[in-house]
């Protein structure tokens, strides 16, 4: 009769894992005026509301870590949030023999199942961490599709405003700040 034996192996990891999820969208401008004066008025009204100018692309960076990029030439938004925590993480691996002979294999075994057992746990906390970010996100996208409205709002009226006086003179200038209204009369 044959006595079986158990090899335990005992394995830690210690990770940093990264996780990263965004949102692309675009700013409805209409075409009022050539891109390079419609980029100015966007570039402009951003830097008013804290982004600053890289190239074509004008960023903030929230204090939640939400990174907001609009490309002022094409009105792309690139909104994303991206986190990293540290996990440390202890797995056994246990196989079971009925030879003392094959000790090493049998060890080398173990710890083949203690490291997928690592593995996998970091896929875990990977996923969590995702699954974290997004819903941070989701929760910031609320306020600023709100304020990005208010930019293509802002950017749209400016831009009515230097094609009226391309058209002819500017008599009359009407903003309802409330509704959001503009009423321009222009003598062609």
Known sequence: MSRAYRVSVSESLNR??????G????????????RE??????????AARGFTQEGDVAVRVEADGVRVAVDVTTGDVSVTLSDETSVHL????????YSPHESEAVRTLAREKARANLEDR?????????????????GRLRDLKAELDSISNKVTAEALKVRASQ???????????????????VRV
Not at 169 to 181: K, L, M
């Open 16 to 21: 940093i894992v990264h996780a990263e999820d």
């Open 23 to 34: 949102v692309c969208s675009k700013l409805e401008l209409l075409p009022l005026l050539s």
């Open 37 to 46: 004066e419609t980029a100015g008025l966007l570039a402009a009204e951003l």
């Open 90 to 97: 202890v797995a056994t691996g246990e196989v079971r023999t």
């Open 122 to 138: 970091a896929q875990d906390a990977t996923d969590a961490l995702r699954e974290d970010i997004t819903r941070r996100l989701e």
């Open 167 to 185: 058209l002819g003179t500017v008599e009359e200038i009407h903003e309802d700040a409330a509704t959001g209204s503009l009423t321009i009369k």
